[in-house]
C-alpha cells in the first residue's frame, strides 16, 4: 500500500540550513506537498510541487524532488525561531481526494 | 479571504452531551473535509464532501455525523462521545485534488 515516511526530529542551530527529507512509495503520485504545523495550531500549506518538476524554489523554502528514489526533501535556508513546528510531508495520488501523510518532522531551533 | 474559519476553537462536552462544530469558507472550493488529530500525529480522515455531497466516509462512528448545508458551510454534529474521541478536529478545502488542502485553525475537543 501507499507509505510516506520521515525521520520525527531534526535540530539545527539558528542561521543554518535544514532539510527535511519525506521517503514515499507510491510512484503515481501526482502532487507533493508540505505543511507546517505550530503547537496548538491547524495545518499550514507551505509549497506543493508536481510529480514531473524536480525542484520548486519559493523564498527561503526550496523543493527537491527524486523520482527515481522516490525522495522529497524541504530545505529551508537561514532557520528561524519563527520555523520551530511539525512538518508533514504528504502526497496525493490520481485524482483522489485523499491524501497519504507522513508522520511529521520535529524541526527544534539550537540558538 | 483566503481563510477556513472553525467554531468554537475549544469544546468541553460531556458523554452525554450533543454539540456541533462548524466550518465556512468563501474561497469557491467545492470539496471540504473533516480531520481528526492527536497530538503529535498526522491528521486522519473522516469525511470528504464533493459539491455538497458526501463522497467518502473513512468508517467513522455514528456518533460523529456530518452535514453540508451549502457549497460554504460544514458541520460536524457529535452525540455520545467517549474520551477517546478528545482529539483537534480539522476542517479543510480544496478547489480540486491538485492544490493542496487549506486547513482552519482547528476545534480542540474534549470530552469528559
Known amino acids: 500500500g501507499e507509505d510516506v515516511e520521515q525521520s520525527l526530529f531534526l535540530s539545527v542551530r539558528e542561521g543554518d540550513s535544514s532539510v527535511i527529507n519525506c521517503t514515499y512509495t507510491?510512484?503515481?503520485?501526482?502532487?507533493l506537498y508540505w505543511y507546517k504545523q505550530e503547537p496548538g495550531a491547524g495545518l499550514q500549506l507551505l509549497t506543493y510541487i508536481f510529480s514531473n518538476m524536480d525542484m520548486k524554489q519559493d523564498q527561503r523554502l526550496t523543493v527537491l524532488l527524486n523520482k527515481k528514489d522516490k525522495h522529497l526533501s524541504l530545505r529551508i535556508a537561514d532557520t528561524q525561531t519563527g520555523d520551530s513546528a511539525i512538518y508533514f510531508c504528504a502526497e496525493s495520488i490520481r485524482s483522489n481526494y485523499q491524501l497519504i501523510w507522513g508522520a511529521g518532522t520535529k524541526l527544534i531551533i539550537k540558538p | 479571504d483566503t481563510e477556513v474559519t472553525q467554531t468554537p476553537k475549544h469544546l468541553v462536552m460531556g458523554m452525554t452531551n450533543k454539540k456541533s462544530l462548524k466550518c465556512e469558507q468563501h474561497m469557491g472550493h467545492r470539496a471540504m473535509y473533516w480531520y481528526k488529530q492527536k497530538a503529535k500525529k498526522p491528521p486522519e480522515l473522516m469525511f470528504v464532501?464533493?459539491?455538497?455531497?458526501?463522497?467518502i466516509n473513512e468508517s467513522v462512528p455514528s456518533r460523529f455525523s456530518p452535514e453540508c448545508p451549502n457549497s460554504s458551510l460544514l458541520n460536524l454534529h457529535l452525540h455520545a462521545l467517549q474520551p477517546e474521541d478528545s482529539a483537534l478536529y480539522l476542517c479543510a478545502s480544496s478547489q480540486d485534488t491538485s492544490y493542496g488542502y487549506t486547513f482552519g485553525s482547528g476545534t480542540r475537543l474534549t470530552v469528559v
Open positions: 507510491d510512484s503515481s503520485s501526482t502532487y
Open positions: 464532501y464533493s459539491y455538497e455531497k458526501l463522497s
